[in-house]
């Protein structure tokens, strides 16, 4: 049994780099656009708490099932999955669970992209003064103007993908590494200023409030679901792109303490992002609860008033420009390099085809936000109301992830034998070592489905809770 494969898409030049990568694809919209609309919604502290609670217990052993799987198996999450399979003398199903990683990766970046595009779009607007000495209401219109008009949307949907497929054709190392290395810390300085602003001009001390002190009565299965869900997100777990970077991983590198290190970065980003917002969008009286809008709504009335804040917001946009680009990249970066392994085609053509179908659903959510803005089909079941845009979401974030975050954990910690996970986990110390085995194997299977479970009424019904 081979035990030390190659990778043939390329490895990262260090265990630092790594770090780099995965932060760069955890790190991304889902800290700074969608962490805090969905605390807003959800009810601020309550939420917070159960995300964070989730990160701990489910993100940072499935995060180390991830890319122990990645690793030994060297290649797209679909290929990794029938190779270690046969190693492991286990079923070739196995391979579906790539094959859903795949899949989602593909309906998350339709929809992210779409998302980036608002930010791209913002570039513009910040750096031609759009927002000086804005309004809450003239900051909404602008708002309002863009989601309305379905061809500014496509315009920079368009051009994102275009620019995300641009650095996934250069391959790995040279059209990730350079990108990660310097504006990671640029995005975390800039939120700094961001909070250092809202100290000073925002309500700070209600935005604390909002996301620190929990609520309980706003706890509910639905709402446990969304936390759980957006820890997956964030951490970009149960899809595969871990494990496609974790496929690229130097040998000797410690996968606890890198899974440790990205999951810190990518909760402190999300925290510091919403005490960026909150006591901006308290200041103002706006409503916490009013969705993905939100942080294009509130973030250009603070660059509005704040002396520099023309080159600040624009700088900020950027930021969040790239911050989107290095974790869309990691959504579609499985789907190349399957395609290359399965078909044997260039990764050119295989970024092409990627990435024109990845365009094409995007144009669902294109017109979630205008003229499409509620699925017909579902008026009278419990889907009703929702968005493509929505559909999307929801599926994805809160089923799927999760789903394949479980069934990563039960082959790592259930189907491989001890020595397989034992000699690539390399865990010195033999309590974290079980530790980690003790959460995979119960805590994060057991969690997650009783979270389902509840979210469809099964345990209500059976009397159990
Ligand atoms: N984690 C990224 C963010 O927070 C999004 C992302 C990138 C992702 N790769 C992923 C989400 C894989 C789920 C799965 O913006």
Redesign the pocket.
Known sequence: MATVRTSIHGYWSSRFVFVLAAAG???????IWKFPYMAGENGGGAFVLIYLISIAVFGIPVMMSEVLLGRRGRSSPIHTMSILADDEGRSKAWQLLGLMGVLA?FL?LSY?SVIAGWALSYVVDTASGTFSGVTAEQAGEVFNNLVSNPQRLLFWHTLFIVLTMIVVLRGVSKGLESAVRILMPALFLLIIIMIAYAILNGDFFAGLKFLFEPDFSKLSPDMVLKAMGQA????????G?IMMYGSYLPEDASIATTSFQVALADTLVAILAGLAIFPIVFANGLEAGQGPGLIFNTLPIAFGQMTGGLLFGTIFFVLLVFAAWT?AI??IEPAVAWLIEKFSISRLSSSIICGFVTWFVGLGTVYSFNTWTKIEVFNGTFLEGKSFFDLLDYLTSNIM?PLGGILICIFAAWLMTEKSRHDELKIKHDGAYKLWRFLARYVTPIGVIFIFLHVLGVLEKINLT
């Open positions: 694809s955890a790190v991304g919209l889902g800290n990766g998350i992210y997956f997100f964030s951490l970009s777990l149960g899809m792109a974790s990691s959504l992830l």
